[in-house]
């Protein structure tokens, strides 16, 4: 018999430790639509509503009332100038009108982001790709065939491969959370790190058409519904199983349990009508999540239950340690070597005057003895780092599942991005930056415009935003290196400050004179940030710090100090020549700088 205040109890507990991942695991399984798409009501009223309204500022923010798919649909029914007429109302809308919260712009008529954007929520990309496919063929009849039948099948290879694999993938997550404090968002997509995510997609794709076929019989669907319910847990344990043993297992496992199984879910019905009365709010944030903990504690009764009766089949449920911690001594053997590794000592921290760069940014004066001792460390803890949950038995130990999992090792890791680094690979690394985004600002300019233009306020071949920024994200950011996650959304706030800062004491020291302007970019902030930019600041930013310095200064290593101190100073001394200079001389033109002007009534106008 099982308990359902208890099973309740404890889907609740589990809930509450694993809350935020759990919320987002059944928001994506809504978004992907696997489960609980009704929960998206809210949004989906939103957007009728103002489907309905006039007022065109509401779609600044590229979400479109079903924008995409009424093309689609029109294309389908051979209604071309419906369509066209349609894309060209929402290309209207998204370009034409500029719309703020406070100082935040909302419309998107320039730069990648926006363009990308525009193109899918206005339905013009399934045009250009009619327009494609029609020159190709050279009849509108079979392209709009052809694209109805490429449709159909991405929808299919979607939902094979995408939202099956994901079903199986959040079940696992939920779990794991029954048992262990900590579940990595790797969980998600487990099954492709086992290799397995065919054969687990194949026998969700078998159990789908099963439970849909049952419906036309009416009065076994809800039967038939809860005899196949633990078939997405069976996978999510063991992706191994065969299809129909799956089913069969499941069927086996719910012999006399399916009047439990329904009275435990209609027990949890009042937190699925405040879901519904709160348009899916309380879905998003606490119904759904509670449901699939619940069931998920469900199967674990159910599993315990059926291997106890030797229930036919239950060889296949061979994922002890999911449901039972594993002991020291059996983690000791396949998790040897991190816990030789873990003897390695750390060295000692530097005393005196260096000892506080060293601890707090990660600067040292050269590579020394005492650094290389520190680099072997570092390597070695960035590996331990990534088990230590699982020696201390807060996560799932990966290595004890009954199909291993094959991890390559990234050759970032083996970079020792964890280092210190020496004064005069800091100034080059600077300069790196400096030049790099000189040319990438130079090279961009002549392909958007076909001109050259000498970008930036100096006049050397230098960008100091670029180097300023990797400098800062090296230093500033050194003691959140061992977390990407964080790293990541801290280099986005560091690089959207000196950006933003950059460009305002800019313009206050020149008149007006602007140097760039994200007027029109996607979420852009006063035109002197954008969400473009950010976004490729900290994918850039991440790609220097786990990948580009490391490995520049591992040549730079391998030059001697008193080759490298004379390249710094000569640099050095130009640079700060070209600064004065262009102090008084600011670089500016056209192609370089854009001016703006304030009106006496206060609002303003841009000159290109």
């Not at 050397?460 to 935003?465: H, K, M």
Request: aromatic share 14%.
């Amino acid at each position: 018999m099982i308990e359902r205040k208890e099973i309740r109890k404890r889907a609740r507990l589990s809930l509450k430790g694993h809350y935020l991942i759990f919320v987002v695991a059944c928001l994506l399984a809504a978004i992907l639509g696997t489960e609980y798409s009704n929960s998206l009501q809210l949004f989906r009223l939103q957007r009728s509503a103002r489907e309905q309204q006039t007022d065109t500022s509401s779609l600044a923010l590229g979400v479109s009332a079903g924008g995409e798919f009424s093309v689609f649909n029109d294309i389908v029914n051979g209604d071309l100038d419906s369509a066209i007429q349609s894309v060209k109302h929402r290309m209207d809308v998204y370009t034409g009108e500029d719309t703020y919260i406070g100082d935040i712009e909302l419309g998107h008529s320039r730069g990648v982001l926006s363009s990308v954007v525009n193109t899918i929520a206005s339905g013009a990309l399934l045009l250009h790709l009619l327009t494609l496919i029609d020159t190709i063929l050279g009849s509108q009849g079979l392209s709009v065939i052809l694209l109805s039948v490429l449709g159909f099948a991405l929808m299919v290879l979607f939902w094979l491969f995408i939202g099956n694999v994901y079903r199986v993938g959040y079940s696992r997550v939920f779990l794991e959370g029954r048992l262990y404090k900590k579940v990595p968002v790797s969980r998600f997509v487990f099954l492709y790190r086992i290799k397995k995510h065919f054969k687990a997609s194949r026998t969700m794709a078998l159990y789908s058409i099963l439970t849909y076929l049952w419906l036309f019989t009416i009065v076994m669907f809800p039967v038939m519904r809860y005899a196949y319910l633990l078939v997405p847990y069976l996978v999510a344990e063991n992706p191994d199983i065969p299809a129909m043993e799956a089913i069969r297992l499941s069927k086996r496992m719910m012999k006399g349990h399916k009047w439990e199984a329904f009275r435990l879910e209609l027990s949890l019905l009042p937190w699925q009508i405040l879901s519904f009365a709160t348009g899916g709010l309380a879905g998003m944030l606490f119904a759904n999540p509670y449901r699939e903990a619940t069931f998920a504690e469900y199967y674990a009764c159910i599993r315990k239950l059926s291997i106890a009766n030797k229930v036919e089949g239950t060889k296949q449920l061979n994922d002890r340690f999911l449901f039972v911690a594993p002991k020291k001594h059996e983690l000791a053997p396949v998790y040897a070597d991190i816990t030789k590794l873990q003897r390695i000592p750390q060295p000692q921290p530097r005393k005196g005057f260096w000892g506080f760069p060293e601890k707090y940014f990660g600067i040292v004066l050269s590579y020394d003895k005492a650094e290389k001792e520190y680099r072997e460390w570092a390597k070695a803890q960035q590996i331990v780092d990534s088990y230590t949950d699982t020696l201390n038995g807060r996560t799932y130990p990966t290595r004890l599942f009954p199909i291993p999992e094959v991890r390559k090792r990234k050759k970032w890791e083996d970079g020792g991005y964890l280092r210190h680094y020496a004064v005069t690979s800091l100034i080059l690394l600077f300069f790196s930056g400096c030049m790099f985004g000189w040319a990438w600002e130079v090279v961009l300019h002549l392909l958007q415009t076909g001109e050259f233009a000498n970008r930036g306020v100096l006049h050397g071949p230098w960008l100091p935003i670029y180097g300023g920024g990797m400098l800062l994200i090296l230093v500033v950011l050194y003691r959140f290196r061992s977390n990407a996650f964080t790293q990541f959304w801290l280099i986005v706030v560091l690089c959207g400050i000196v950006e933003y800062m950059t460009s305002w004491i800019l313009e206050l020291l020149h008149d007006g004179q602007r140097w760039w302007d994200y007027t029109g970019y996607y979420l852009n902030l006063n035109g002197r940030i954008c969400a473009e930019g950010l976004l490729v600041f900290g994918i850039g930013g991440m790609v220097v710090v786990y990948a580009v310095a490391p490995l520049i200064d591992d040549i730079l290593e391998q030059i001697k100090q008193r080759i490298l101190w004379p390249i710094c100073i000569a640099l050095l001394a130009l640079f700060a020549a070209d600064v004065v200079y262009s102090a008084f001389v600011p670089n500016a033109g056209k192609g370089v700088t854009e001016a703006k002007m304030e009106q006496r009534d206060g609002s303003s106008f841009r000159l290109g």
